[in-house]
């Protein structure tokens, strides 16, 4: 398995509702990340998990908050969110969190807040 | 304030031609760099990598050049085929970070 599964692909929500992306993946990878996208705009870091501990928080508001349960897991809890947040939110993962690894995307989640 | 920049937007070839997509960064810390493909309603795929201690790096028909001494690195496709049409990601980062800075992309375009 080579693959980093996201779900769901789309997502729209309320900015009064609770809802939670999830990433999975089977390679082995200990490093793990979510990445926000805005239209024409580049990837932006929000989060890495490396060995299943939160190592980088890129200022992300605390209405975002990131949970990786185990080695393959990584999901991304969405609160009291605002339409500025929709975006595509990709997840990628990497063997390791040092410099020098390539990443794999997921296909990412599109999200949609009314 | 953009570290990396794809100054193009969009690119169109002919197929059988080379495409050559460009990527301008800032930071002097950067040493290492990606070049990705992302298709539409895809997460970016992994293309090709070179680190700051090689100016070349060549896979099959794909070869990433890059010079330091102008901050610029480039990815040569030749030759372009219909299937490389996609938007083209180039990310660096410096080293003893674990973050990748990307570029805002090109859209190539290969015409049969």
């Known amino acids: 398995d080579t693959e980093v599964t996201q779900t769901p692909k789309h997502l729209v929500m309320g900015m009064t509702n609770k809802k939670s992306l999830k990433c999975e993946q089977h390679?082995?990878?200990?490093?793990m990340y979510w990445y926000k996208q805005k239209a024409k705009k580049p990837p932006e870091l929000m989060f890495v998990?490396?060995?299943?501990?939160?190592?980088i928080n890129e200022s992300v508001p605390s209405r975002f908050s990131p949970e990786c349960p185990n080695s393959s897991l990584l999901n991304l809890h969405l609160h009291a969110l605002q339409p500025e947040d929709s975006a595509l939110y990709l997840c990628?993962?990497?063997?390791?969190?040092?410099?020098?690894?390539?990443?794999?995307f997921g296909s990412g989640t599109r999200l949609t807040v009314v | 304030d953009q570290q990396v920049k794809q100054n193009s937007p969009s690119l169109s070839v002919q197929e059988g031609r080379i495409s050559i997509l460009n990527c301008d960064y800032t930071?002097?810390?950067?040493?290492?760099f990606l070049w990705y493909k992302k298709y539409p309603a895809e997460g970016p795929t992994f293309l090709i990598s070179?680190?700051?201690?090689?100016d070349k790096n060549e896979d099959g028909r794909f070869t990433v050049f890059l010079n330091k001494s102008a901050k610029h690195l480039s990815l040569h496709i030749v030759p372009s085929q219909p299937g490389d049409s996609a938007v083209y990601f180039c990310?660096?980062?410096?080293?003893?970070?674990?973050?990748?800075?990307f570029g805002t992309g090109t859209r190539l375009k290969v015409l049969a």
């Open positions: 390679m082995g990878h200990r490093a």
């Open positions: 990310a660096a980062s410096a080293q003893g970070t674990y973050k990748y800075i």
């Open positions: 930071n002097s810390m950067f040493d290492y």
């Open positions: 990628a993962s990497s063997r390791n969190s040092g410099q020098g690894v390539s990443y794999t």
């Open positions: 998990y490396s060995y299943e501990k939160l190592s």
């Open positions: 070179i680190s700051s201690i090689k």
